[in-house]
């Protein structure tokens, strides 16, 4: 495909996720967290956002979940803008884009049975009552390699790696359009990272799935995420093509982030 | 790298707390005493037939008070007392605390300053003070000594109930529930409630050997169960005077007192250790 | 003459289960090693070990000999003088290293006062110094500020300025930038790699992260479930290695790596 045709493909479709000159500033403190960020999310264009701590990428993420209002600009899916206060529309948010978050001990709740844990998405959003959620269940399990019995245990009983399949199996039981992960691998050791990073381009792959992926790894980003957005201090500093970005960075800020990432020798 | 407290190892762990079990003979005594005398008691509690201050004998297993009263039935009487004051403080301050400390934890701004101001006060207020104030709104009984120590005692467990219920909320998996699409309401039931459950079981059981505490030092002053009822604080009271030459009746509900509040705080540590173990392994 | 000698160094649970089985290495004055193994591995437990730290309820058995003292079954007299000035360490997380409650130049005065018997002016000039030879800007700010106050690099350089105080002839450092962000992760590597040349001190090195290894370390043990699998230098650890477990590390870190790669061909 070339360059050109790829850019009016990419125009003509409506975007998933937008933010539009987004800005978040928490009371009482005169910095915004957050300032003047415009990102576009298309289906089947995976986006990461890269950048260091305070860089405002978990802010970011939490406008993106509808768990947060912007102080200044507009949060839109599907085109129009979010009303956190819709419920019809948020059913239907949350029902397609769902989430992934970075410490797999304390995303799954230590009391309930995996099964429990997988099937909240169905259950709270009315999709599947007790009965009807024990397949899909089953299911979403299967997809991401864990026996069926699974379902029966508690998340003590999982390694790390396990534990974010089983975050990964409840973001994705709903089957969700976008899936928002934030440093999905960061806490795994890295034999168990790129079976999960293996994992999550397989659900691109082969359930469509876009990815908007909060990460301050390089190599993890360049592995799944078609679009790069750079952050520091809470404005987008570059963006475009990952390939482009991190491969011939036009801002000095992205250039010392890829020249930082330790590489083997040899 | 990570320390956590995985749940496995209590699995694992052999499950048998020998302070529990000794919790739970001891405490079962004072309420074995406390059943029985529902439907069964050596002497009524008005009856002076006996000679006064006998000491122990066949027919009063205790002797008899300076009335003639026989000392073993007010000491199950009181064994009744002491349980029924533990238990209904306890759930008044569990009622009571849980359904503020929820809120307050979920309070910002001027509410959140509101609640925390008044548990303040409400901690504080003296408890001899909330029951005079209430026995005199009210009468002197056993539900005024309750009324007032479930009430203080429900500011001690709101604080600890906030403060768990604000812990509970920073973890991820609320934020995946929230997600997930699951309510607010749904979120306290289905996942902060059960996990600050083992915590506050253990500090009600605290808080029962409190309340009975507490109670026996209100019906001492008086402000407790009525006569003819003998609570263990009003016969620690009548027995005062005469503790030199008879002392059976101060020695039996002080004992029984000793027991069941001991009994009870072992409870606690035994649940403490089953449910929440502070020797927590980690991992490698 | 060799500085640290470990034989055969087994670490026990109390109820039994073997965390580091009969593990052997030794490092001659100004020699480093890296130790890279996953979670579960022991390597953190073995770095403990040698300066007779290991958690209560676990026990060692075996030898480990630093600057001719045996440190297993030493008591914590013996102990005490050891640390800091034979041997010191730097943590993977700055902030529970240091005292939250004390100014970061009273903590840095602490070892200072301590080993090196100074006083007033003396001590104030040599907490000074200890905060600029790790590249600390204003020094007299940092001095004065409270851990929380300063960055999470500014406070790692800091338990890097406490570890050297007492100039150890061995700096152990486990994980010292995992928690640390890629371009602070890049300086700080560097400056532990200049700092530890200057001195020459020997260096024992762990990490998950064989490119971070590299950076500061020639030779690497390889730890998997407490057992050392395969030593060498890093190069050809990465180039030609010889076990399992090690192919399976390198091709992991290797695969994650090349997404970098491919996407940056200009």
Known sequence: ?266 | MKRRTSPADRANRPNRSYTLIAGCVLAGLIALLALVSLVWLPYAADDTSGGRLTGPAADHLLGTDKLGRDLFTQAMTGSRIAVEAGLGSVLVAAAIGVTLGVLSAFAQGWLDDTLSAFLDILIAFPTLLLAMLIVAARSATLGSAVLAIGLAQSAVVARLVRILVKRVLAQDYITAARTSGTSWPRIVAGHVLPNIWPTLVVNLALQFGLAVLAEAGLSYLGLGAPPPNASWGRMLQEAQATFTTAPAGALAPGILLVLLVIGVNLVADGLRDTLDPATRRRRA | ?266
């Open chain 3, 1 to 266: 003459m060799t500085l640290l000698d470990i034989r055969g160094l087994t670490v026990r649970t109390a109820d039994g289960r073997t965390l580091v089985d009969d593990l052997s290495l030794t490092l001659g004055p100004g020699e480093r090693l890296g130790v890279i193994g996953e979670s579960g591995s022991g390597k953190s437990l073995t770095t403990l070990a040698v300066l007779g730290l290991l958690p209560e309820g676990m026990t060692a058995t075996g030898s480990v000999e630093l600057a001719g003292t045996q440190i297993v079954g030493a008591t914590e007299k013996r102990l005490t003088t050891v640390r800091g000035r034979d041997a010191a360490i730097v943590f993977q997380e700055p902030l529970t290293a240091l005292d939250p409650l004390m100014r970061v130049g009273r903590q840095l005065a602490e070892p200072l006062r301590g080993k090196r018997r100074l006083t007033g002016g003396a001590l104030k000039r040599a907490v000074a110094e200890a905060l600029e030879q790790v590249r600390l800007p204003e020094p007299d700010r940092i001095a004065r500020a409270f851990p929380h106050e300063i960055s999470g690099g500014q406070r790692q350089r800091v338990a890097l300025a406490m570890a050297l105080a007492c100039e150890p002839k061995l700096l152990i450092a486990d994980e010292p930038t995992t928690a640390l962000d890629v371009s602070v992760q890049a300086e700080m590597l560097a400056l532990i790699d200049t700092l530890v040349r200057e001195r020459e001190m020997a260096v024992l090195f762990v990490s998950h992260d064989l490119a971070v290894v590299a950076k500061v370390t020639d030779r690497a043990l390889v730890m998997k479930d407490g057992r050392a699998v395969e030593e060498g230098t890093v190069e050809r650890l990465v180039r030609a290695p010889r076990e399992e477990y090690t192919k399976a590390l390198v091709t992991s870190a290797r695969r994650l790596e090349s997404a970098l790669d491919l996407r940056s061909a200009p």
């Open chain 1, 1 to 266: 495909m070339t360059p050109v045709l790829e850019t009016r493909a990419l125009e003509t479709t409506t975007p998933v996720l937008e933010l539009d000159d987004v800005a978040l500033s928490y009371r009482g403190s005169a910095a915004p967290v957050v300032r003047d960020v415009s990102l576009t999310v298309r289906a089947g264009h995976s986006l990461a956002l890269v950048g260091e701590s305070g860089a405002g990428k978990t802010t970011l993420l939490r406008l993106l979940l509808g768990l947060a209002r912007p102080t200044a600009g507009t949060v839109r899916f599907d085109g129009e803008p979010l009303a956190l206060r819709d419920r019809e529309q948020m059913r239907r948010f949350r029902r397609g884009v769902q989430c992934v978050f970075q410490d797999p001990y304390s995303s799954l709740d230590p009391r309930r049975r995996v099964g429990a844990i997988v099937a909240e998405p169905l259950r709270s959003l009315g999709i599947a009552d007790r009965r009807t959620a024990a397949p899909k269940v089953a299911e979403a399990l299967e997809r991401v390699g864990l026996p069926a019995d699974a379902a029966r245990r508690y998340p003590h009983e999982f390694s790390g790696g396990q534990r974010q399949r089983i975050a990964i199996a409840r973001a994705t039981v709903c089957e969700p359009r976008v899936l928002l992960a934030d440093e999905p691998v960061s806490a795994l050791d890295v034999t168990t990272r790129v079976k999960i990073v293996d994992l999550l381009a397989e659900l691109k792959q082969e359930r469509g799935l876009t990815l908007v992926m909060v990460s301050h790894d390089l190599s993890v980003v360049a592995s799944l995420c078609e679009r790069t957005a750079v952050l520091e201090r809470g404005g987008v500093v570059e963006q475009g093509d990952t390939a482009r970005v991190l491969g011939d960075p036009a801002h000095p800020y992205t250039r010392r982030l890829v020249d930082s990432v330790p590489r083997l020798p040899g």
